[in-house]
Protein backbone atom coordinates (compact mmCIF):
# COMPACT_ATOMS: atom_id res chain seq x y z
CA UNK A 1 0.00 0.00 0.00
CA UNK A 2 1.61 3.62 -0.82
CA UNK A 3 1.50 5.79 2.44
CA UNK A 4 2.89 8.83 2.28
CA UNK A 5 2.61 10.09 5.23
CA UNK A 6 5.75 11.83 6.47
CA UNK A 7 6.67 10.21 10.09
CA UNK A 8 7.81 12.67 12.35
CA UNK A 9 11.55 11.94 12.90
CA UNK A 10 11.55 12.71 8.49
CA UNK A 11 9.39 15.46 8.69
CA UNK A 12 12.38 16.62 11.49
CA UNK A 13 15.24 15.98 9.77
CA UNK A 14 13.54 17.77 6.64
CA UNK A 15 12.74 21.07 8.69
CA UNK A 16 16.44 20.76 9.70
CA UNK A 17 17.72 20.78 6.31
CA UNK A 18 15.41 23.58 5.34
CA UNK A 19 16.77 25.88 8.04
CA UNK A 20 19.94 25.08 6.92
CA UNK A 21 20.03 25.81 3.99
CA UNK A 22 17.70 28.92 3.76
CA UNK A 23 20.02 30.64 7.10
CA UNK A 24 23.11 29.60 6.23
CA UNK A 25 23.26 28.85 2.55
CA UNK A 26 20.99 31.48 0.76
CA UNK A 27 23.06 34.52 1.97
CA UNK A 28 25.81 33.20 -0.53
CA UNK A 29 24.23 32.84 -3.18
CA UNK A 30 25.48 36.09 -3.90
CA UNK A 31 28.99 35.29 -3.57
CA UNK A 32 31.54 36.60 -6.35
CA UNK A 33 32.90 32.94 -6.11
CA UNK A 34 29.65 32.05 -7.82
CA UNK A 35 30.80 32.43 -11.29
CA UNK A 36 30.12 31.81 -15.01
CA UNK A 37 31.37 28.28 -14.55
CA UNK A 38 29.33 27.73 -11.31
CA UNK A 39 30.56 28.01 -7.78
CA UNK A 40 34.31 27.68 -7.30
CA UNK A 41 36.05 25.04 -5.26
CA UNK A 42 37.16 27.24 -2.68
CA UNK A 43 33.32 27.90 -2.00
CA UNK A 44 32.04 24.45 -2.59
CA UNK A 45 34.86 23.82 0.34
CA UNK A 46 33.44 26.72 2.20
CA UNK A 47 29.66 25.35 2.29
CA UNK A 48 30.71 21.79 2.52
CA UNK A 49 32.34 22.93 6.10
CA UNK A 50 29.24 24.36 7.08
CA UNK A 51 27.17 21.06 6.49
CA UNK A 52 29.59 19.38 8.38
CA UNK A 53 29.46 21.57 11.24
CA UNK A 54 26.04 21.59 11.06
CA UNK A 55 25.96 17.64 11.08
CA UNK A 56 23.65 17.16 7.91
CA UNK A 57 26.83 16.23 5.08
CA UNK A 58 26.25 13.62 2.84
CA UNK A 59 23.01 12.39 4.75
CA UNK A 60 22.13 10.48 1.70
CA UNK A 61 25.27 8.07 1.79
CA UNK A 62 25.01 4.33 3.06
CA UNK A 63 25.01 3.94 6.90
CA UNK A 64 28.90 2.08 6.43
CA UNK A 65 29.93 4.98 5.33
CA UNK A 66 28.60 7.35 7.93
CA UNK A 67 25.40 8.41 6.17
CA UNK A 68 21.77 7.50 7.50
CA UNK A 69 21.03 6.03 3.88
CA UNK A 70 17.46 7.60 3.91
CA UNK A 71 14.68 5.43 1.73
CA UNK A 72 13.78 6.59 -2.08
CA UNK A 73 10.96 8.43 -0.50
CA UNK A 74 12.78 9.70 1.90
CA UNK A 75 15.33 11.26 0.32
CA UNK A 76 12.36 13.03 -2.15
CA UNK A 77 11.36 14.86 1.06
CA UNK A 78 14.94 16.02 2.02
CA UNK A 79 16.36 16.42 -1.19
CA UNK A 80 13.22 18.66 -2.32
CA UNK A 81 14.05 20.78 0.97
CA UNK A 82 18.06 21.05 -0.30
CA UNK A 83 17.58 22.25 -3.41
CA UNK A 84 15.72 25.29 -1.67
CA UNK A 85 19.05 27.25 -2.84
CA UNK A 86 20.52 25.64 -5.85
CA UNK A 87 23.92 25.96 -3.42
CA UNK A 88 22.10 23.80 -0.96
CA UNK A 89 23.00 20.09 -2.49
CA UNK A 90 26.61 21.82 -3.07
CA UNK A 91 26.65 22.30 0.78
CA UNK A 92 24.89 19.15 1.48
CA UNK A 93 27.22 16.99 -0.63
CA UNK A 94 24.01 15.77 -2.85
CA UNK A 95 24.56 17.60 -5.99
CA UNK A 96 25.13 15.90 -8.79
CA UNK A 97 27.36 14.58 -10.09
CA UNK A 98 28.84 13.42 -7.30
CA UNK A 99 25.49 12.48 -5.98
CA UNK A 100 24.91 9.94 -8.68
CA UNK A 101 28.67 9.19 -8.27
CA UNK A 102 28.74 8.51 -4.80
CA UNK A 103 25.72 6.01 -5.24
CA UNK A 104 27.21 4.34 -8.08
CA UNK A 105 30.19 3.79 -6.38
CA UNK A 106 28.70 2.51 -3.48
CA UNK A 107 27.40 -0.43 -5.81
CA UNK A 108 30.09 -1.84 -7.68
CA UNK A 109 33.50 0.09 -5.86
CA UNK A 110 35.65 -2.98 -4.63
CA UNK A 111 37.38 -2.19 -0.82
CA UNK A 112 40.29 -0.53 -2.61
CA UNK A 113 38.20 1.45 -5.00
CA UNK A 114 36.16 2.36 -2.16
CA UNK A 115 39.08 3.79 0.23
CA UNK A 116 40.81 5.80 -2.31
CA UNK A 117 37.87 7.34 -4.55
CA UNK A 118 34.84 7.05 -2.99
CA UNK A 119 35.50 7.95 0.93
CA UNK A 120 36.97 11.25 -0.10
CA UNK A 121 33.79 11.95 -1.99
CA UNK A 122 31.41 11.20 0.97
CA UNK A 123 33.77 13.33 2.99
CA UNK A 124 33.17 16.23 1.20
CA UNK A 125 37.53 16.30 0.43
CA UNK A 126 36.89 15.67 -3.33
CA UNK A 127 34.63 16.03 -5.89
CA UNK A 128 33.64 13.63 -9.15
CA UNK A 129 33.26 13.35 -12.35
CA UNK A 130 31.01 10.89 -14.78
CA UNK A 131 32.85 10.86 -18.41
CA UNK A 132 30.59 9.45 -21.08
CA UNK A 133 29.02 12.38 -23.65
CA UNK A 134 31.46 12.81 -26.68
CA UNK A 135 30.90 15.40 -29.31
CA UNK A 136 31.52 12.80 -32.15
CA UNK A 137 30.25 9.82 -30.33
CA UNK A 138 28.22 9.19 -27.42
CA UNK A 139 25.13 11.24 -25.89
CA UNK A 140 21.72 10.14 -26.15
CA UNK A 141 22.75 7.35 -27.74
CA UNK A 142 25.53 6.20 -25.78
CA UNK A 143 25.72 3.17 -28.30
CA UNK A 144 27.79 5.17 -30.53
CA UNK A 145 30.90 5.72 -27.97
CA UNK A 146 33.98 6.34 -29.03
CA UNK A 147 36.48 6.76 -26.58
CA UNK A 148 38.77 3.76 -27.22
CA UNK A 149 40.80 1.32 -24.40
CA UNK A 150 43.31 -0.65 -26.10
CA UNK A 151 45.10 -3.03 -23.22
CA UNK A 152 48.51 -3.82 -24.28
CA UNK A 153 49.04 -6.84 -21.92
CA UNK A 154 49.42 -4.74 -19.17
CA UNK A 155 47.68 -1.86 -19.01
CA UNK A 156 44.71 -0.26 -20.98
CA UNK A 157 45.53 2.80 -22.70
CA UNK A 158 42.43 5.45 -22.91
CA UNK A 159 41.97 7.86 -26.15
CA UNK A 160 38.93 10.57 -26.85
CA UNK A 161 37.47 13.12 -26.57
CA UNK A 162 34.52 13.98 -24.30
CA UNK A 163 32.41 16.97 -23.50
CA UNK A 164 29.62 18.57 -20.90
CA UNK A 165 32.13 17.10 -18.30
CA UNK A 166 30.26 18.20 -15.43
CA UNK A 167 33.09 19.16 -12.55
CA UNK A 168 35.89 18.09 -14.29
CA UNK A 169 38.82 20.59 -13.01
CA UNK A 170 39.54 20.02 -9.74
CA UNK A 171 37.77 16.94 -9.16
CA UNK A 172 40.15 14.22 -8.27
CA UNK A 173 37.39 10.67 -8.77
CA UNK A 174 36.93 10.11 -12.33
CA UNK A 175 34.27 7.57 -13.74
CA UNK A 176 35.39 7.35 -17.24
CA UNK A 177 33.37 5.61 -20.03
CA UNK A 178 35.49 3.82 -22.57
CA UNK A 179 34.91 0.88 -25.03
CA UNK A 180 37.59 -1.72 -24.40
CA UNK A 181 38.87 -3.29 -28.36
CA UNK A 182 38.74 -6.66 -29.06
CA UNK A 183 41.51 -8.34 -27.66
CA UNK A 184 43.02 -11.54 -27.37
CA UNK A 185 42.83 -11.51 -23.19
CA UNK A 186 39.62 -11.22 -22.53
CA UNK A 187 36.31 -9.40 -22.36
CA UNK A 188 35.68 -6.19 -24.43
CA UNK A 189 33.25 -3.55 -24.97
CA UNK A 190 32.05 -0.76 -23.26
CA UNK A 191 33.49 -0.02 -19.73
CA UNK A 192 33.81 1.76 -16.52
CA UNK A 193 36.91 2.81 -15.57
CA UNK A 194 38.02 4.83 -11.93
CA UNK A 195 41.06 6.87 -11.66
CA UNK A 196 42.94 10.01 -10.23
CA UNK A 197 41.93 13.61 -12.22
CA UNK A 198 45.64 13.82 -11.91
CA UNK A 199 47.04 10.83 -13.92
CA UNK A 200 49.02 12.00 -17.09
CA UNK A 201 47.05 11.81 -19.93
CA UNK A 202 43.82 13.70 -19.39
CA UNK A 203 43.94 16.90 -20.49
CA UNK A 204 40.68 19.35 -20.01
CA UNK A 205 40.90 21.58 -23.13
CA UNK A 206 38.35 24.05 -21.82
CA UNK A 207 35.21 24.54 -19.44
CA UNK A 208 32.71 25.50 -21.31
CA UNK A 209 30.77 29.13 -21.54
CA UNK A 210 26.65 27.56 -20.53
CA UNK A 211 23.45 29.25 -19.86
CA UNK A 212 23.38 27.64 -16.35
CA UNK A 213 25.92 27.97 -13.24
CA UNK A 214 24.59 25.90 -10.27
CA UNK A 215 27.12 23.27 -10.99
CA UNK A 216 30.64 22.92 -9.38
CA UNK A 217 33.29 24.21 -11.78
CA UNK A 218 30.92 24.19 -14.49
CA UNK A 219 30.99 21.42 -17.83
CA UNK A 220 34.37 20.53 -19.15
CA UNK A 221 35.88 19.43 -22.38
CA UNK A 222 38.53 16.81 -21.70
CA UNK A 223 40.98 14.61 -24.29
CA UNK A 224 42.17 11.28 -23.13
CA UNK A 225 45.71 11.42 -24.82
CA UNK A 226 47.20 7.94 -24.13
CA UNK A 227 45.59 7.39 -20.82
CA UNK A 228 47.19 4.26 -19.56
CA UNK A 229 45.56 2.54 -16.38
CA UNK A 230 46.55 -0.42 -15.05
CA UNK A 231 43.93 -3.61 -14.33
CA UNK A 232 42.95 -2.23 -11.45
CA UNK A 233 41.47 0.59 -12.39
CA UNK A 234 38.65 -1.34 -14.20
CA UNK A 235 35.18 -0.77 -12.14
CA UNK A 236 33.31 -3.41 -11.97
CA UNK A 237 33.19 -5.78 -15.08
CA UNK A 238 34.53 -5.30 -18.77
CA UNK A 239 31.70 -4.77 -20.86
CA UNK A 240 29.50 -3.76 -18.66
CA UNK A 241 29.36 0.13 -18.81
CA UNK A 242 25.90 0.26 -20.15
CA UNK A 243 24.06 -1.67 -17.21
CA UNK A 244 26.14 0.03 -14.84
CA UNK A 245 25.13 3.33 -16.10
CA UNK A 246 21.77 2.52 -15.50
CA UNK A 247 22.13 1.21 -12.47
CA UNK A 248 23.08 4.74 -11.66
CA UNK A 249 20.46 6.77 -13.93
CA UNK A 250 17.44 5.49 -12.65
CA UNK A 251 17.74 6.96 -8.83
CA UNK A 252 19.80 10.01 -10.05
CA UNK A 253 17.21 11.16 -12.61
CA UNK A 254 14.77 11.08 -9.77
CA UNK A 255 17.20 13.09 -7.07
CA UNK A 256 17.58 15.96 -10.18
CA UNK A 257 13.85 16.09 -10.29
CA UNK A 258 13.47 16.32 -6.18
CA UNK A 259 16.17 19.00 -6.25
CA UNK A 260 15.00 20.94 -8.77
CA UNK A 261 11.16 20.58 -7.19
CA UNK A 262 12.75 22.62 -4.36
CA UNK A 263 14.33 25.49 -6.69
CA UNK A 264 11.23 25.60 -8.27
CA UNK A 265 9.10 25.89 -5.15
CA UNK A 266 11.10 28.65 -4.22
CA UNK A 267 10.84 30.64 -7.43
CA UNK A 268 7.20 30.14 -6.80
CA UNK A 269 7.27 31.71 -3.24
CA UNK A 270 9.10 34.74 -4.73
CA UNK A 271 6.78 35.26 -7.30
CA UNK A 272 3.49 34.74 -4.96
CA UNK A 273 5.09 37.16 -2.61
CA UNK A 274 5.88 39.63 -5.31
CA UNK A 275 2.01 39.13 -6.79
CA UNK A 276 0.77 39.63 -3.11
CA UNK A 277 3.02 42.97 -2.65
CA UNK A 278 3.00 44.81 -5.91
CA UNK A 279 0.14 46.54 -7.29
CA UNK A 280 -1.08 47.62 -10.90
CA UNK A 281 -3.98 48.81 -12.29
CA UNK A 282 -5.09 49.75 -8.70
CA UNK A 283 -4.87 45.92 -6.99
CA UNK A 284 -2.26 43.38 -6.38
CA UNK A 285 -1.16 42.04 -9.38
CA UNK A 286 -2.33 38.35 -8.08
CA UNK A 287 -5.74 39.51 -7.75
CA UNK A 288 -5.91 40.10 -11.50
CA UNK A 289 -7.14 36.84 -13.11
CA UNK A 290 -4.55 36.47 -15.45
CA UNK A 291 -1.63 36.45 -12.75
CA UNK A 292 -3.72 34.46 -10.35
CA UNK A 293 -4.19 31.66 -13.10
CA UNK A 294 0.30 31.29 -12.98
CA UNK A 295 0.00 31.14 -9.34
CA UNK A 296 -2.56 28.27 -9.46
CA UNK A 297 -0.70 26.43 -12.07
CA UNK A 298 2.31 26.35 -10.40
CA UNK A 299 0.73 25.09 -7.08
CA UNK A 300 -1.30 22.19 -9.83
CA UNK A 301 2.17 21.66 -11.42
CA UNK A 302 4.64 21.82 -7.95
CA UNK A 303 2.34 19.59 -6.39
CA UNK A 304 2.05 16.88 -9.25
CA UNK A 305 5.61 16.81 -9.71
CA UNK A 306 6.02 16.05 -6.17
CA UNK A 307 3.74 12.96 -6.50
CA UNK A 308 4.62 11.71 -9.27
CA UNK A 309 8.63 11.82 -7.56
CA UNK A 310 7.17 9.85 -4.90
CA UNK A 311 5.30 7.73 -6.37
CA UNK A 312 8.61 6.57 -8.62
CA UNK A 313 10.46 6.68 -5.28
CA UNK A 314 7.94 4.37 -4.15
CA UNK A 315 8.72 1.35 -6.65
CA UNK A 316 11.90 1.53 -6.09
CA UNK A 317 11.65 1.34 -2.31
CA UNK A 318 9.71 -1.66 -3.39
CA UNK A 319 12.80 -3.32 -5.50
CA UNK A 320 11.66 -2.08 -8.64
CA UNK A 321 14.57 -1.05 -11.24
CA UNK A 322 12.05 1.94 -11.88
CA UNK A 323 13.67 2.38 -15.36
CA UNK A 324 9.93 3.23 -17.11
CA UNK A 325 9.37 4.76 -13.80
CA UNK A 326 11.98 7.33 -13.87
CA UNK A 327 12.01 7.75 -17.28
CA UNK A 328 7.55 9.00 -17.06
CA UNK A 329 8.76 11.12 -14.21
CA UNK A 330 12.02 12.78 -14.97
CA UNK A 331 10.50 14.09 -18.60
CA UNK A 332 7.26 15.26 -17.39
CA UNK A 333 8.77 16.68 -14.11
CA UNK A 334 11.71 18.38 -16.31
CA UNK A 335 9.09 20.21 -18.58
CA UNK A 336 7.12 20.95 -15.82
CA UNK A 337 9.05 22.69 -14.02
CA UNK A 338 10.18 24.94 -16.35
CA UNK A 339 7.03 25.72 -17.21
CA UNK A 340 6.71 26.79 -13.50
CA UNK A 341 9.98 28.58 -13.64
CA UNK A 342 8.80 30.57 -17.04
CA UNK A 343 6.00 31.57 -15.11
CA UNK A 344 7.59 32.54 -12.46
CA UNK A 345 9.98 35.08 -14.89
CA UNK A 346 6.27 36.38 -15.89
CA UNK A 347 4.82 37.40 -12.92
CA UNK A 348 7.79 39.28 -11.56
CA UNK A 349 7.91 41.36 -14.55
CA UNK A 350 11.33 42.96 -16.03
CA UNK A 351 12.92 42.03 -12.58
CA UNK A 352 12.00 38.25 -13.25
CA UNK A 353 15.00 38.05 -15.55
CA UNK A 354 17.55 39.94 -14.10
CA UNK A 355 19.66 38.39 -11.17
CA UNK A 356 17.50 40.92 -8.73
CA UNK A 357 15.86 37.67 -6.75
CA UNK A 358 17.16 34.09 -7.67
CA UNK A 359 14.32 32.93 -10.12
CA UNK A 360 16.32 34.36 -13.31
CA UNK A 361 18.88 31.84 -12.47
CA UNK A 362 16.47 29.49 -11.43
CA UNK A 363 15.14 29.72 -14.66
CA UNK A 364 18.34 29.26 -16.92
CA UNK A 365 19.62 26.30 -14.81
CA UNK A 366 16.88 24.30 -14.76
CA UNK A 367 16.28 24.89 -18.94
CA UNK A 368 19.15 22.39 -19.00
CA UNK A 369 17.36 19.90 -16.76
CA UNK A 370 15.29 19.36 -19.94
CA UNK A 371 18.80 17.82 -21.67
CA UNK A 372 20.69 15.90 -18.98
CA UNK A 373 19.86 12.21 -17.53
CA UNK A 374 18.00 12.00 -21.05
CA UNK A 375 16.23 15.01 -23.36
CA UNK A 376 12.50 14.57 -22.85
CA UNK A 377 12.20 12.94 -26.20
CA UNK A 378 14.52 10.25 -25.40
CA UNK A 379 12.42 9.39 -22.47
CA UNK A 380 9.46 9.61 -24.66
CA UNK A 381 10.65 7.16 -27.71
CA UNK A 382 11.82 4.82 -24.72
CA UNK A 383 8.55 5.07 -23.06
CA UNK A 384 6.57 4.84 -26.83
CA UNK A 385 8.54 1.31 -27.29
CA UNK A 386 7.49 -0.32 -24.42
CA UNK A 387 3.75 0.78 -24.51
CA UNK A 388 4.25 -0.46 -28.36
CA UNK A 389 5.79 -3.64 -27.13
CA UNK A 390 3.15 -4.29 -24.63
CA UNK A 391 -0.03 -2.68 -25.12
CA UNK A 392 -2.23 -2.16 -22.25
C1 LIG B 1 24.10 20.72 -17.76
C2 LIG B 1 24.58 19.43 -18.35
C3 LIG B 1 25.46 18.64 -17.63
C4 LIG B 1 25.95 17.46 -18.19
N1 LIG B 1 26.86 16.71 -17.48
C5 LIG B 1 27.38 15.60 -18.05
C6 LIG B 1 28.39 14.86 -17.38
O1 LIG B 1 28.81 15.19 -16.26
N2 LIG B 1 28.91 13.75 -17.99
C7 LIG B 1 28.49 13.37 -19.21
O2 LIG B 1 28.99 12.37 -19.71
N3 LIG B 1 27.53 14.06 -19.87
C8 LIG B 1 26.98 15.16 -19.33
N4 LIG B 1 26.04 15.89 -20.00
C9 LIG B 1 25.64 15.48 -21.33
C10 LIG B 1 24.27 14.86 -21.41
O3 LIG B 1 24.28 13.58 -20.86
C11 LIG B 1 23.88 14.90 -22.88
O4 LIG B 1 23.69 16.26 -23.23
C12 LIG B 1 22.66 14.11 -23.19
O5 LIG B 1 22.90 12.73 -23.01
C13 LIG B 1 22.20 14.33 -24.64
O6 LIG B 1 23.24 14.06 -25.52
P1 LIG B 1 23.71 15.16 -26.56
O7 LIG B 1 23.89 16.46 -25.88
O8 LIG B 1 24.86 14.61 -27.30
O9 LIG B 1 22.47 15.35 -27.55
P2 LIG B 1 22.17 14.51 -28.88
O10 LIG B 1 22.36 13.07 -28.64
O11 LIG B 1 22.90 15.16 -29.98
O12 LIG B 1 20.60 14.82 -29.05
C14 LIG B 1 20.14 16.13 -29.40
C15 LIG B 1 18.64 16.15 -29.38
O13 LIG B 1 18.14 15.19 -30.33
C16 LIG B 1 16.88 14.70 -29.90
N5 LIG B 1 16.91 13.22 -29.85
C17 LIG B 1 17.97 12.40 -29.63
N6 LIG B 1 17.58 11.11 -29.64
C18 LIG B 1 16.26 11.10 -29.90
C19 LIG B 1 15.27 10.07 -30.03
N7 LIG B 1 15.56 8.78 -29.88
N8 LIG B 1 13.98 10.46 -30.30
C20 LIG B 1 13.65 11.78 -30.42
N9 LIG B 1 14.55 12.77 -30.29
C21 LIG B 1 15.82 12.45 -30.03
C22 LIG B 1 16.63 15.28 -28.50
O14 LIG B 1 15.78 16.40 -28.62
C23 LIG B 1 18.01 15.74 -28.06
O15 LIG B 1 17.96 16.82 -27.12
C24 LIG B 1 25.52 17.06 -19.47
C25 LIG B 1 24.61 17.86 -20.17
C26 LIG B 1 24.15 19.04 -19.64
C27 LIG B 1 23.19 19.88 -20.44
Not at 218 to 234: C, E, Q, T
Not at 284 to 300: K, T
Amino acid sequence: MIDFEIPDELAALRDEVRAFVADKVVPYETDPRVTRHGPNEDLRTELVGLARDAGLLTFQAPRRLGGREPSHVEQAVLFEAAGWSTLGPVALNCAAPDEGNMFLLSKIADPAQTEEFLVPVVEGRQRSVFAMTEPEGAGSDPNQLATEAIFDGTDYVINGRKWLITGARGARTWIIMARVAPNSSGADGPTLFLCDGDTPGIEIERIMDTMDRNYVEGHGVVVFNDLRLPASAVLGEIGQAFRYAQLRLAPARLTHCMRWLGAASRAHAIAVEHARTRTAFGKPLGEHQGVGFMIADNEIALQQCRLAIWWACWTLDQGAKGRHESSMVKSMVSEELFKVADRCVQILGGIGISDETPVGAIFSDIRAFRLYDGPTEVHKYAIARQALRSPS
